[in-house]
């Protein structure tokens, strides 16, 4: 069993939850391995991308090896533990079409053993959005989506315009789709447009048109 200091006073946080711990003994062969589908469908997701990320005691992580799934969605990895780790992460790399709450990220809690870790994503898939603006109050309007990562959707300038904007969506669910726009008089204004479930796994194209009257006040 490995010792935890109490004199957390000395502890400082590092990248992936580094905490005050002794390290695993050096040589402990780990093998972990699963399986990834997408969550609605069942499906097996191929060629997804996963590393093994050591975290150090007093350094940031690092990466100490990676694979890819194969055609039904599983994969294996073995390691052996270095005596500078003192926890060990699975993580799915991240891509603009699968979707995890936890950011992909799963800690290995069975070192010295075998571990079997299968996740679950959400698959998504691309959507055009034409955007049409009508007679706007010349304000910036910052485009906000549940599965895009914030300040990575160029935002709308102008008070009439015709924009095209890609991203990718579940079929499955109902949407929620973001405008947001700081006016000058010091009021924020938000629009949200509900892009309905069409259960179509092709590209979906959406349409949409601004007014003035559909944006609200943030209270």
């Given amino acids: 069993m490995r010792l935890k200091t109490t004199f957390l006073?000395?502890?400082?946080?590092l990248l992936m939850m580094s905490r005050c711990e002794d390290p695993f003994p050096a040589g402990?062969?780990?093998t972990v391995s699963?399986?990834?589908i997408d969550e609605t469908s069942n499906t097996p997701l191929q060629g997804q991308k996963?590393?093994?990320s050591e975290n150090l005691q007093n350094a940031p992580f690092r990466y100490i090896d990676s694979t890819l799934t194969d055609i039904d969605g599983y994969y294996s990895m073995t390691f052996t533990t270095s005596g500078e780790g003192i926890r060990y992460y699975l993580e799915a790399e991240r891509t603009d079409s699968i979707w995890d709450n936890q950011y992909g990220i799963r800690e290995i809690d069975s070192i010295g053993h075998f571990n079997t870790i299968n996740l679950d994503f959400l698959k998504l898939y691309p959507y055009t959005i034409n955007i049409t603006g009508e007679n706007l109050i010349d304000a910036t309007i910052y485009m906000n989506s549940l599965y895009t990562l914030n300040n990575t959707i160029n935002p709308l300038l102008g008070s009439n315009f015709s924009e095209t904007r890609s991203l990718f969506i579940s079929p499955y669910y109902n949407h929620q789709l973001k405008f947001y726009r700081p006016l000058e008089n010091g009021e924020d204004e938000i629009y949200v447009h509900i892009i309905e479930a069409s259960n179509i796994y092709d590209?979906?194209?959406i349409n949409i048109t601004l007014t003035d009257d559909l944006f609200e006040t943030v209270n």
């Avoid at 006073?9 to 946080?13: D, G, H, K, V």
Wanted: hydrophobic share 45%.
């Fill in 34 to 36: 699963g399986k990834l």
């Fill in 50 to 52: 996963l590393r093994l």
């Fill in 9 to 13: 006073l000395f502890c400082f946080p």
């Fill in 203 to 205: 590209e979906n194209v």
């Fill in 28 to 30: 402990l062969e780990t």
